[in-house]
């Protein structure tokens, strides 16, 4: 294979997301770069080596005799780069530079803005870059410093740190027309299902109570939402009902936004963590948002509860 120059590093990097990923779709997704970007590198690259570098398929892209001998060398440079990036950052004593984030819709509903709000007051130098995904992505192979995610991740290599613990439970609209208190399962289920439909979030419903009582709700949804956002909005506007963290919701419910319905009955236990590569500890950006996501995780704690016995 002959090489007409000098091969860009960042070419290489941008060749191996595309690799890893299976496409330039999916390495924009994963990585937040523009599918431009991505395809002007690819196009460089093949014109250097004078060859293509995948073949274009119905299912997607698929690596050339000369991508496959390429993508060895961009996976080495791709982590020398990481690990160079990882030193340099780790040296600053001020929070600073970029810091990558990806969240499950839940968690970055709930968690990322107030948090990143907060960094930004105290670290105007952090350059925070936000992904918000259901797919569960992995820290180490997408080069994420930080994932917020419903749920232990089943990585043993990565530090999963436990941000808080709550319960899912059943809530609708007080002004919901057809709905009366008290109201036992099937009726609760003829309200209409609003399935918040992410990895992390139950597609079929089963709550118990103190007495080991369980219902299970698993009628057609009415809606299928990806965003706990909009899935809430439907329900506050008057229809349907939602299975949401209870933690969440003690704000909406005393503003009268929220119902809940069957108040004895909850879902399992969850927790949502923090995950990252256990060398990304030592960055101070990381550091301090770790450090801003519990104090605010704490304080919402405190005046959920307040709120509550209010």
């Given at each position: 294979?002959?090489?007409?120059?000098?091969?860009?590093?960042?070419?290489?990097?941008?060749?191996?997301?595309?690799?890893?990923?299976?496409?330039?779709?999916?390495?924009?997704?994963?990585?937040?770069?523009?599918?431009?970007?991505?395809?002007?590198?690819?196009?460089?690259?093949?014109?250097?080596?004078?060859?293509?570098?995948?073949?274009?398929?119905?299912?997607?892209?698929?690596?050339?005799?000369?991508?496959?001998?390429?993508?060895?060398?961009?996976?080495?440079?791709?982590?020398?780069?990481?690990?160079?990036?990882?030193?340099?950052?780790?040296?600053?004593?001020?929070?600073?530079?970029?810091?990558?984030?990806?969240?499950?819709?839940?968690?970055?509903?709930?968690?990322?803005?107030?948090?990143?709000?907060?960094?930004?007051?105290?670290?105007?130098?952090?350059?925070?870059?936000?992904?918000?995904?259901?797919?569960?992505?992995?820290?180490?192979?997408?080069?994420?410093?930080?994932?917020?995610?419903?749920?232990?991740?089943?990585?043993?290599?990565?530090?999963?740190?436990?941000?808080?613990?709550?319960?899912?439970?059943?809530?609708?609209?007080?002004?919901?027309?057809?709905?009366?208190?008290?109201?036992?399962?099937?009726?609760?289920?003829?309200?209409?299902?609003?399935?918040?439909?992410?990895?992390?979030?139950?597609?079929?419903?089963?709550?118990?109570?103190?007495?080991?009582?369980?219902?299970?709700?698993?009628?057609?949804?009415?809606?299928?939402?990806?965003?706990?956002?909009?899935?809430t909005s439907i329900v506050q506007a008057g229809n349907g009902v939602v299975f949401l963290p209870d933690f969440f919701t003690a704000p909406q419910i005393s503003h009268g936004m929220l119902q809940p319905i069957l108040e004895d009955y909850s879902g399992e236990e969850i927790s949502f963590y923090a995950c990252y590569p256990p060398q990304r500890s030592t960055v101070p950006a990381v550091r301090a948002f770790l450090d801003i996501l519990k104090e605010y995780t704490e304080s919402i704690v405190v005046k959920s509860k307040r709120e509550v016995?209010?």
């Amino acid at each position: 294979m002959h090489i007409s120059s000098y091969l860009s590093l960042d070419d290489l990097r941008l060749f191996y997301m595309v690799s890893t990923s299976g496409g330039i779709s999916a390495a924009c997704k994963n990585y937040g770069y523009s599918k431009a970007r991505f395809s002007r590198a690819i196009v460089r690259l093949e014109d250097q080596c004078g060859t293509v570098l995948f073949n274009r398929t119905h299912s997607g892209l698929e690596l050339t005799p000369t991508g496959k001998t390429l993508l060895d060398n961009a996976r080495l440079i791709s982590e020398l780069g990481s690990e160079i990036e990882q030193d340099l950052r780790a040296a600053k004593k001020e929070p600073a530079g970029p810091i990558r984030i990806a969240a499950s819709a839940t968690s970055a509903r709930f968690f990322v803005g107030p948090v990143i709000a907060r960094l930004r007051d105290l670290y105007p130098k952090i350059q925070p870059h936000i992904s918000v995904t259901s797919l569960g992505p992995n820290p180490q192979s997408e080069n994420l410093d930080v994932v917020l995610r419903l749920g232990m991740p089943n990585d043993p290599n990565l530090v999963a740190k436990k941000i808080t613990t709550t319960r899912f439970k059943l809530f609708t609209s007080p002004v919901n027309k057809h709905f009366q208190a008290p109201m036992n399962g099937e009726q609760v289920d003829a309200l209409g299902r609003i399935v918040i439909n992410v990895q992390s979030s139950p597609q079929i419903w089963h709550l118990t109570n103190a007495e080991g009582k369980s219902i299970t709700l698993d009628s057609k949804p009415i809606a299928l939402v990806e965003d706990p956002v909009v899935a809430t909005s439907i329900v506050q506007a008057g229809n349907g009902v939602v299975f949401l963290p209870d933690f969440f919701t003690a704000p909406q419910i005393s503003h009268g936004m929220l119902q809940p319905i069957l108040e004895d009955y909850s879902g399992e236990e969850i927790s949502f963590y923090a995950c990252y590569p256990p060398q990304r500890s030592t960055v101070p950006a990381v550091r301090a948002f770790l450090d801003i996501l519990k104090e605010y995780t704490e304080s919402i704690v405190v005046k959920s509860k307040r709120e509550v016995s209010s």
